[in-house]
Nanobody, 123 residues
């Protein structure tokens, strides 16, 4: 099992950057595909990005492609989401999740979830 914990959220102006981190306990971190999701008030939880256990494959939602970069450091049991050129519509609670499947955009494929970190982008 892994237990993800997110950090790095905050308030930033439009056009700014933030880096989210997800640190997961457990010795099997490198066996899981990892993903980021986000949920804005009154909306469903949406896929943002995913990365294979090896870090060799990544997948992005169209809305963040070219602005966000997902990466992982298995030696540190940590995954990252570098967010550049942030827009007000990126405002949401961002969740980190772990899946036994290697790469998926479906929330139902993820087994373990963090508590989320708030990202607010002001215009």
């Amino acid at each position: 099992q892994v237990h993800p914990v997110e950090s790095g959220g905050g308030l930033v102006q439009a056009g700014g950057s933030l880096r989210l981190s997800c640190t997961a306990s457990g010795r099997t971190f490198n066996m899981y595909g990892m993903g980021w999701f986000r949920q804005a008030p009154g909306k469903e939880r949406d896929f943002v990005a995913a990365i294979r256990w090896s870090g060799g494959g990544t997948y992005y939602a169209d809305s963040v492609k070219g602005r966000f970069t997902i990466s992982r450091d298995n030696a540190k049991n940590t995954m990252y989401l570098q967010m550049n050129n942030l827009k007000p519509e990126d405002t949401a609670v961002y969740y980190c999740a772990a899946a036994t499947s290697p790469l998926s955009r479906g929330a139902e494929m993820y087994d373990y979830w963090g508590q989320g970190t708030q990202v607010t982008v002001s215009s």
